[in-house]
């Protein structure tokens, strides 16, 4: 079916909604004075880590516009459920802001695996799913008019960093160690691709849970297998555990992960456990204290600070940068407000500056996935400090 035609029934199937809006011959989600934007994320659970900041710098794009008068003079309801990254508090969340809430939008929402369970009753009541929290290949493929994601994929993150480490160091073998999880079999994807792309041999391929803590079994295994180069596919604590257990057995191979390692809590790994740690990402975290007083980047956070009594994560950024571009297309989309000219507005979108000087992002009418390149980072001195931009992908 071509895609105006998904378009046009999508758009025709939200316009069944019973509140007031609809009477006024309004889009769901919408009236004079209100917009309803919708999101489901961990707020209390294993990855609040990630859905708290998050969720804070969408909270605060929304909030200045709010103070500035609104999108056309409609003021944003951001209305944001906890699903302590569980699927059925994620799916009971998605039905209260599809049913109760009636919302307009879905912006922001987290997890791999709860998104691809909701999108489907999502885009049947003609509710667009932008910039979720999750690099799933499935959150922009196959391509579908609704779905449009901020993120370049695990599998491509794995591929492209692959591919710069292997001429950096002239790798011949390398291995993986990922969780036995979507995500992590995602990223297995990508290691796979690039193996076949460069002529690489594979020599361990390794799965874990997320509750493990002990890898030096493991880590004697890749040791032992003449490996070059460790693909780590993830989360925050068994990334560290993963990569001290390699330096402590003396294995100083290069080891690299992808964007969910990109966090200060891995750079600053008590014990400088991590220094030398490689990984690909497709944002950027800037060094706030050492930005000019009087730039923009400065005092945005000191707003930040004085808005949450917290440092800004790199999830802070992304959540604002998301939430600015849903702004841009809502404002793009005129007083006449449609889902359909949302979308449209969306795909006009190209070469977009991240505010915070990370890749550049674009889209198209084939192209909803929005970054340009990569970025890739080692761990120095406990901070995370940029070794390469524009790696391609």
Request: hydrophobic share 40%; glycine share 8%.
């Amino acid at each position: 079916m071509k895609k105006t035609a998904i378009l046009a029934m999508v758009v025709l199937a939200g316009c069944g909604g019973t509140d007031d809006s609809t009477s006024e011959g309004l889009p769901r989600g919408v009236t004079a004075d209100t917009i309803k934007i919708g999101s489901h994320t961990d707020l209390s659970g294993g990855l609040a880590i990630w859905g708290v900041p998050a969720t804070n710098g969408e909270r605060m794009r929304f909030d200045e516009v709010n103070a500035a008068g609104g999108i056309h003079g409609r003021r944003i309801d951001f209305i944001v459920e906890d699903s302590q990254y569980q699927m059925p508090i994620a799916v009971k969340a998605t039905n209260k802001l599809l049913n109760v809430d009636n919302i307009f939008l879905m912006v922001g929402a987290m997890g791999t695996p709860m998104n691809i369970a909701v999108m489907p009753r999502m885009f049947e009541a003609g509710v667009p799913n932008l910039f979720p929290i999750s690099a799933a290949v499935q959150m922009y493929e196959p391509l579908h008019p609704m779905k449009f994601s901020y993120f370049v994929s695990y599998r491509d993150q794995a591929r492209a960093g692959m591919a710069y480490m292997t001429e950096k160091f002239d790798v011949k073998s390398v291995c993986l160690q990922a969780l036995a999880t979507d995500y992590g079999a995602e990223v297995e994807v990508g290691f796979n691709q690039a193996v076949e792309e460069l002529g690489l041999d594979v020599t361990y391929v390794g799965h874990h849970k997320g509750s493990e803590t002990e890898f030096t079994g493991t880590v004697t295994a890749i040791k032992n297998s003449g490996c070059e180069l460790l693909v780590l596919g993830p989360f925050v604590k068994d990334a560290i555990l993963l990569y001290s257990a390699a330096r402590d057995a003396g294995w100083d191979a290069p080891i690299i992960g992808n964007m969910v390692s990109y966090v200060p809590e891995i750079a600053q790994a008590s014990g400088r456990r991590t220094e030398g740690l490689y990984t690909v990402a497709s944002f950027y975290m800037p060094d706030f204290k050492s930005a000019p007083a009087d730039s923009w980047i400065s005092q945005w956070y000191v707003r930040y600070l004085e808005l949450f009594d917290e440092e800004p994560a790199a999830q802070s950024i992304i959540g604002y940068v998301i939430a600015d571009l849903t702004v841009r297309a809502l404002e793009a989309a005129g007083p006449e407000l449609t889902v359909e000219k949302v979308l449209a507005a969306l795909e006009r979108i190209d070469n977009y500056e991240d505010p915070f000087g990370g890749p550049s992002l674009s889209f198209s009418p084939t192209k909803h996935q929005g970054g340009n390149y990569l970025y890739l980072y080692e761990v120095v001195d406990s901070q995370w400090q940029v070794v390469e931009e524009k790696i391609p992908f």
